[in-house]
Nanobody
Framework: QVQLVESGGGLVQPGGSLTLSCRGS????????MTWYRQAPGKERELVAT????????TYADSVRGRFTISRDNAKDTVYLQMNTLKPEDTAVYYC????????????WGQGTQVTVSS
């Protein structure tokens, strides 16, 4: 079955950096675009960044563009989110997600990893 496992979250001071990882299994990782989302307490889940299956195109939310970088290593079945110049408003649970298979609507989610930006 499809599984997505995130890691790398934690507590960091404002201005600091973290790198999140998400390893996929149970599917052919290189076939699918991957997306990072986040959800802060009391807020809707929001899209943070997306990367195509080949890794040749990326998109970002305005709030993170220029600070976050999404990348992937298809040989390791892993997608990354490098987060720099972190702000308190980046505090959230971060989730990686696999796009639905062609003709299907189900999106798959990891369990999430907590990122807290605080001094």
């Amino acid at each position: 079955q499809v599984q997505l496992v995130e890691s790398g979250g934690g507590l960091v001071q404002p201005g600091g950096s973290l790198t999140l990882s998400c390893r996929g299994s149970g599917f052919t990782f290189s076939y699918y675009a991957m997306t990072w989302y986040r959800q802060a307490p009391g807020k809707e889940r929001e899209l943070v960044a997306t990367i195509t299956n080949a890794g040749d195109r990326t998109t970002y939310a305005d709030s993170v563009r220029g600070r976050f970088t999404i990348s992937r290593d298809n040989a390791k079945d892993t997608v990354y989110l490098q987060m720099n110049t972190l702000k308190p408003e980046d505090t959230a649970v971060y989730y990686c997600s696999r796009t639905p298979a062609p003709g299907y609507t189900q999106r798959y989610w990891g369990q999430g990893t907590q990122v807290t930006v605080s001094s």
